[in-house]
Structure formats: structure tokens, C-alpha cells
């Protein structure tokens, strides 16, 4: 018998999808994927296999969650199941340099950015970057954590010597170009089944930390984003826009299905991409109040049942 499986790390990220398949009369399994073992030359159950898991898994307390993935995921593939998200997805998910190199590929533009590995080196290398302010970002992030505007070398230097620094899960700082806006938001284009559903504005006003999971505005211990739904606004913006078909190509070429994009508009109206999350989640109150034209999580649970008859 074939169902539905749900990898994830972060069982409250999960509840509302639920809600959503139970609204359709369909219920799917999920693998909570933190610590396991994975027996290589068994079967896997037959189905369809959506993969959510997220480069913040860290923050959660599931450092291993992502490694644990890639294997299982290498499993199901090598049997031949229908994955949503596979291996070529999750390693853009967990590395934003390959997501740039990706993005770039296909024509979209990025922001410019340096690659980092010593905590020494940034220093010498912001300056060598010779452009204030520059944004400085871990390569393996999530939800907007670590990102910081720096409006100087000797500020940088003053937070590479206090308490506050942190070392990146991966080693590996961006040094990167500050993108200037005419208003303080950032757009995030959402994706199911490689296509376009709708895009949301989301105001950068309170700093970059900008996860939309309804979970992370009510106080969720493990996602500091905790502000007014007024935050996220559905737009009509990019609707029609040239870059959603360059978006859906650049999805297709990378294996990705369910995804959304971050881009930033600057003052002269060139737009940047910066972010591709392959473990979206939906403002819900947005969503209804700004008569989103499909609903995230309903129209992922569509998808996945509309594969799931196909098998």
C-alpha cells in the first residue's frame, strides 16, 4: 500500500499540512529525522516522499538531521521512489554559495558576495570586499539567523572580538553586498510543484529574521521572529513579472519542487535573488487576509496526493 511520508525536523512546521491532507480526507505518515540508522539494501515502503528539512535543524537541537536526510533520501532514490525534494535540493538548501552558483546559471541575478573560512580572515577580506555596508551572513543559516549589517571594518571587528560571536555550523561566512531598498521589505515568491502560486512582501523593518511559520508569531522558543501578521502581505507585484518563468526554469534545472525565493528590489528597480528555501512555510493569517490566490499548505497537500495517484 503506497502513502504519503513526510521527512522533517520539526514536528509543529508539520501541523498545519496535516490539517491541511485532513481536510482532503488523506492522511500522511511522517519520519521525524534526527538520529537513525539506515539499512541500505532494504526496500523502502512504497509512496511518495516529501523531504522538509530545513538548514536551521541546528537551532532546534537536530545538528544531524540533515546529514541523517541525505542518506535516507540517497536510499529512496537509489530504489527508484517518488521524492519531492530529493538529494540535488536539500544540498541547495544547506549551502546558499551553491545556491547562488545555481541561481546564477539561469540567468538570475545575486547578490555579490565573498566566501569565508577562518574567523582572521574576515577582516582582510571585508576590506578587500571595499563597499559599505556590507551584510555578513553564515553560508549555513536559516530563518535569518546570524545575518548582520555592518556599516564598517572596525565594527565587524568589534563584534569578531565580543561575546556575541558565533562560528557558522559549516565554517563558512558570505561577505556581501548590501542591497538598498526604496521600502523596507524583502519579496518571497512561493512555489508547489515547480509553479508559481503567489508572492508575499515581508518587512525587514525589525532586522532579517523573517521565518513567515504561523508557529514563529506566537512566541515559538526556537524561531525569534515574533511580530504582527501585518508583517507579511501578500502582493500582486510579481504576478505577471519575467522573473517568476526564470524562477520556475531555475527550480526545474535544480530538482526542486516546493521552494520559495527571496529577491530584493534596489532603488534603481534591479531586482536581487538572495534566498532559496526548499522548507517553505506559510503565513496563514496573510494568506486569508490578503485572499492569497491558493493557500500554501493546501496546495502542497494537493500536490502530494495528486502524485501519490500517479504511482
Not at 143 to 169: C, I, M, N, R, W
Not at 173 to 192: D, G, H, M, N, S
Not at 263 to 271: N, S
Request: with cysteine; glycine share 8%; charged share 20%.
Amino acid at each position: 500500500m503506497s502513502d504519503i511520508y513526510i521527512l522533517h525536523e520539526n514536528s509543529e512546521w508539520v501541523t498545519p499540512l496535516h490539517q491541511a491532507f485532513a481536510d482532503l480526507g488523506v492522511n500522511a505518515q511522517e519520519w521525524f529525522l534526527d538520529q537513525g540508522q539506515v539499512a541500505f539494501e532494504q526496500e523502502p515502503p512504497q509512496g511518495v516522499f516529501y523531504n522538509r528539512m530545513s538548514a536551521s535543524s541546528h537551532t532546534r537541537g537536530h545538528r544531524f538531521g540533515p546529514e541523517l536526510t541525505r542518506m535516507v533520501l540517497t536510499w529512496l532514490e537509489k530504489h527508484g521512489r517518488r521524492v519531492i525534494n530529493g538529494t540535488d535540493a536539500l544540498y541547495l538548501e544547506l549551502c546558499k554559495l551553491s545556491q547562488y552558483a545555481a541561481l546564477n546559471r539561469a540567468g538570475i541575478k545575486t547578490p555579490r558576495t565573498t566566501a569565508v573560512v577562518g574567523k582572521d580572515k574576515l577582516v582582510d577580506s571585508a576590506t578587500g570586499f571595499n563597499e559599505l555596508p556590507f551584510i555578513l551572513k553564515p553560508n549555513r543559516g536559516g530563518k535569518g539567523l546570524g545575518v548582520q549589517l555592518f556599516h564598517s571594518t572596525e565594527s565587524l571587528k568589534t563584534y569578531l572580538d565580543s561575546a556575541d560571536y558565533e562560528e557558522p555550523l559549516d565554517g563558512i561566512w558570505l561577505i556581501q553586498q548590501y542591497i538598498k531598498a526604496p521600502e523596507a521589505y524583502i519579496t518571497r515568491c512561493e512555489f508547489v510543484g515547480g509553479k508559481f502560486i503567489y508572492s508575499v512582501q515581508v518587512s525587514t523593518e525589525d532586522g532579517f529574521e523573517l521565518c513567515p511559520a504561523d508557529s514563529c508569531q506566537i512566541g515559538d522558543g526556537f524561531c525569534p521572529t515574533v511580530a504582527p501578521v501585518s508583517k507579511f502581505q501578500i502582493s500582486s507585484q510579481f504576478n505577471d513579472h519575467p522573473i517568476i518563468k526564470q524562477y520556475e526554469q531555475f527550480l526545474s534545472d535544480s530538482g526542486i519542487e516546493i521552494a520559495g525565493i527571496e529577491l530584493i528590489k534596489d532603488t534603481a528597480g534591479e531586482i536581487y535573488t538572495y534566498d532559496v528555501n526548499t522548507n517553505t512555510n506559510y503565513n496563514r493569517q496573510a494568506e486569508i487576509d490578503g485572499n492569497a490566490p491558493a493557500k500554501g499548505m493546501e496546495a502542497i497537500a494537493q500536490f502530494l496526493v495528486q502524485e501519490l495517484k500517479q504511482q
